[in-house]
């Protein structure tokens, strides 16, 4: 039983279009977030959510949107998408309240996005 | 800005042999210390995890230690093997940026058998 599950875990396509990666996390958890990690394994915060509210929102690209249906949901929309975007992106939950920031997170397998 | 450093970014080391992997950070406000572990093909998982009220902190085979004072720690593993081959991360939030969690730059750790 899957805690952090994403999909799709691969994605090819072409320079331009629009994707969206899912995530869905079974752990209960209020706080969600979206890191990429790039072809040199660096992994680097773009988004997170607790209880559905936007707290880190890290300087990325507005083709780059997420959203968060409820708390136990976070997707990731990217529009007009451009080679510099192929890495891999990596959703995580971690237990809501303040204490978010001194607890475990809880990763996803990743989707590797690969722009044409 | 605030940052977290690790070193070395590779290690090779023979099977049954220690590594030690250190990392350094910047915020003094910071005080969790995670470990997580990256498999091939895999997402990264906490293997370990310190609070600042802590120096040390063992597992098993995997143990780590902080110096306050310094803003460093390390990850000790021993009597290694071959399934600890993967790249290792270190972390610590940035409170003076909403807590977010800032990685080290990863290790990737070889054990040769």
């Known amino acids: 039983d899957t805690a952090v599950s994403q999909t799709p875990k691969y994605l090819v396509t072409q320079m331009g279009n629009d994707k969206s990666i899912k995530c869905e996390q079974n752990l209960g958890h209020d706080t969600m977030y979206w890191y990429k990690q790039d072809s040199k394994k660096f992994l680097k915060i773009m988004f997170s959510y607790n209880n559905k509210e936007l707290i880190i929102n890290e300087t990325v690209p507005n083709r780059f949107s997420p959203k968060s249906p409820d708390k136990a949901h976070l997707n990731l929309h990217i529009n007009s998408l451009e080679l510099g975007d192929s890495a891999v992106y990596f959703c995580?939950?971690?237990?809501?309240?303040?204490?978010?920031?001194?607890?475990?997170?809880?990763f996803g397998q990743g989707t590797r996005l690969t722009v044409v | 800005g605030e940052n977290v450093e690790q070193h070395p970014s590779t290690l090779s080391v023979q099977e049954g042999d220690s590594a030690v992997i250190k990392c350094t950070y910047s915020?003094?406000?910071?005080?969790?210390f995670p470990w997580y572990k990256q498999e091939l093909g895999k997402g990264p998982q906490l293997i370990i995890d310190?609070?600042?009220?802590?120096g040390e902190k063992k597992d098993q085979r995997i143990a780590v230690t902080l110096n306050k004072t310094a803003k460093h720690f390390s990850l000790h593993i021993t009597e290694t093997q071959p399934e600890d081959s993967a790249v290792y991360f270190c972390?610590?939030?940035?409170?003076?940026?909403?807590?977010?969690?800032?990685f080290g730059q990863g290790t990737e750790l070889s054990v040769k058998p």
């Open positions: 310190i609070r600042s009220n802590v």
């Open positions: 972390a610590a939030p940035i409170y003076n940026q909403g807590g977010k969690l800032i």
């Open positions: 915020d003094s406000a910071s005080n969790y």
């Open positions: 995580a939950s971690s237990q809501g309240g303040r204490s978010w920031i001194n607890t475990e997170a809880f």
